[in-house]
Structures are given as structure tokens and as C-alpha cells.
């Protein structure tokens, strides 16, 4: 017979002795790779807890029984596995122990809860009738393997990372996949460890621009963390309001150099991450770099349940921005205007509605528009006579769409 891993169950039922006596019953067990932790009623099943817990696998109870020996046997009390059912929930915080109901009292079950109070076992079908034990042990092995399996206990003990991550798109499945990265071996590149990381962090910048929780002008991942340390040249955070808590717009730096240099195998790496990793032989590193992101993740969910008035409300264009004109963008007849300036938007994301900044332009004159053309803007003939080139074009605020809300 194969090896077989041994599950440790506690099994509360006052008839425990007699179910376990039989030869037929004890090689049953010991073919399914089952360890059986008996308990007459609650209380004995409680202190099995209180001293066992962390190396239980599931839990098999009876319908009919008392809380404890104390108490004189009767056919329809339901204390026992009142109290036994009570701490379902508070045995599946930190880890989950699947519980089993294994009762000869069918019927008399469902006439005294009509299915209310059983939702736990109806809902998992963990629900059998006295001589389905081979079934009950086949179902038990699986879902233990089941919740044992990293899959499972990387989507139980991460769960609110994972539903953070899941506002913005692929980020769900990447933070997935990176928390996998430790159960398996044949990963020695670190540009394998570190770029989803710093994939996922890219999307909660573009998300955060978008939702207006900061500037929209901001161009790149760096300049996500200048501006929140105030080291944008147009933008800064309003003083006494916060975008993102200190520790971890630190965080976010640190991340940034790190995922920066060990994103690459070759150039002007300074901190020569892929060095340090293949030297060292293990991802610790890797592991912080992927809990600051799951820690951005958190603050993402949190920052965007913000009112959009309030997300833009806590950062402003720098009072000694010099702009050659400020307006709002039009749209004529497919055209991007501002004033008298036609933009050139290849590659730009400018809509209608966008309040922006031209700046005054460095090196050659300000081209002219060789195919000008009129509109009307109020009772005034406005025409768009020059160009406005994207290196020299600031969102100042960005139109919001319902689907950036």
C-alpha cells in the first residue's frame, strides 16, 4: 500500500468507544491514513482544542449528545453539538478545519432545524448518515489535501490583499501567481521575482491618475513617489492632508530602487540585486518587495472609496507655474483644441473637458498651424493658429469619467 498522509480528526460522539471497537471500522480508519482523537461530548472536545489545535485537520461530531459527562444522556439533546458547532467559526480564523456532521438522527435534524442552523454543513455538503463512513473519509481527505494545498491556503490567508488587488485589472492574477513563487523551485531569475511586482504597482499609478488621487501629468512610476515626497516641479500635496501614509510612501521608494535594478540583468545596475539574490540563494528580498505592493494594493482599495471631490481636493498645481496659456480642452469636430492652440496628441490621452497648462517653449519658435481654422467659443471667434506639442502640455486636472469614479 502506498504511503498516505495521516489527517488527525477529532471525532466528538458519546457512543465514541463503540464506533471505534469494531476491526472493520479501525482498518478503515487506518487505510484513509486517519488518526482519530476521540471526545465524548463538547467539553472533552474543547480541551482536544485548546491543547491540539494547531495540529487538527477536521473535526467529526454527532448530532445527539450532551456538553459533558455530567449531564444525563437524552435522545434529543442537542447541547453537545450545539457547543461543538459554535466553534466553527472561531477555529477557522488563522486556518481552516473543515467540520463533518455524522448522525443517525436524519430526520429528527431537519424536523428541529428545518436547514437553520445547518447552513455550514448544507452549504460544504458535509452532511452523512450513519454507515457512510467510507464516503465521509474519502470527502474528508480531500478537502484537508484540498485547503493544505498552496493554492488554497495562499487565497485563505491573503484574502483581503487579493480582493484589493482585484479592483484593478490582471493585478489579482499577478499578486496570485507571485505568492506561488516560493513553492517552487525552478525559479532562479530574478526579473521572474521582481517585474510582476513592479507590473502591479505600474497599474495602481495609472488607476491613481485616472481616479484623480493624483496629478494626471505625472509620467512615469518614479515620479509617483517624487511627487509624493515633494519633489514634483508642478505638483505638490496640499499641507495637512495625506495621499498616502509616510511609512509607506518610503516604502514605495525603497520598492522603486530595488525592483528597478533587479527588473534587469545587465546595464547600470548600482545595487546589483540579481548578484545579491543568486549569491545569497533565497527570495527574501523578493518577499519584502512583494508585501509593499500588497501593502499598495490596500491603500489603492482604501484611497479610491474616496468621494472624487475629495481625492482631488488634496493636491494642487505649484502657485509659480508659468504657463504661455491655461484652458480647457475642446473637441471641434475631432480636433483637441485649447484657445488658439491645436494639440498634437499622438500617444497623449487628452479628452474634452481637461483643464491644462501650455508651457512656454525651450529651443526652436512656437510652430505655427499651416492649416488654421475658425471656431466659436461663446460670442467669440477663436483661431487655432499654433501647435501645442505634448512635452510642453500639463494636465492640470483631468475630466473624470464614470468610469474612472
Known sequence: MEDLNIYNVIWVDDEIDELLSPVEIKRLLRNHGIHIEPAHNSTEYREIMEHSYDRIDAVITDANMARSSDTPRNERDLSGFEDVKSCIEKYNVKRSIPFYLYSGRGEFLEER??????????????????????????QLRKDVAH???????????????????????????????????????GWNNTQNYFNPARKMVERIFYACKKRGIIPYSLSELNSFSGFLQGKDCYFEVNEGCEIMPKPLIHSLEYFLNITQ??????????????????????????????????????????????????RVSKWHLKPNCEFVYRGTIRDIEGKMVCGEYLLQNK???????????????????ISENKYPFDYQEAETKITVSKFAYPTNVIIIRKRATEQDL
Open 147 to 185: 485547503i493544505n494545498s498552496p493554492s488554497f491556503r495562499i487565497r485563505n490567508k491573503y484574502h483581503k490583499e487579493l480582493e484589493a488587488a482585484r479592483l484593478i485589472e490582471n493585478n489579482e492574477e499577478t499578486l496570485f501567481t507571485a505568492l506561488l513563487y516560493e513553492y517552487t523551485d
Open 261 to 310: 535594478d533587479g527588473s534587469h540583468g545587465a546595464g547600470d545596475l548600482k545595487l546589483n540585486v540579481d548578484n545579491y539574490v543568486r549569491n545569497t540563494k533565497n527570495i527574501n528580498l523578493f518577499r519584502t518587495i512583494l508585501y509593499i505592493a500588497m501593502d499598495l494594493c490596500l491603500w489603492f482599495a482604501k484611497a479610491s472609496q474616496l468621494p472624487p471631490e475629495e
Open 347 to 365: 500617444e497623449v490621452d487628452y479628452s474634452a473637458g481637461d483643464e491644462i497648462g501650455i508651457r512656454q517653449y525651450k529651443g526652436k519658435a
Open 113 to 138: 432545524y428545518e436547514n437553520d442552523g445547518l447552513e455550514y454543513f448544507v452549504t460544504n455538503n458535509r452532511i452523512f448518515s450513519k454507515g457512510e463512513l467510507p464516503r465521509l473519509l474519502e
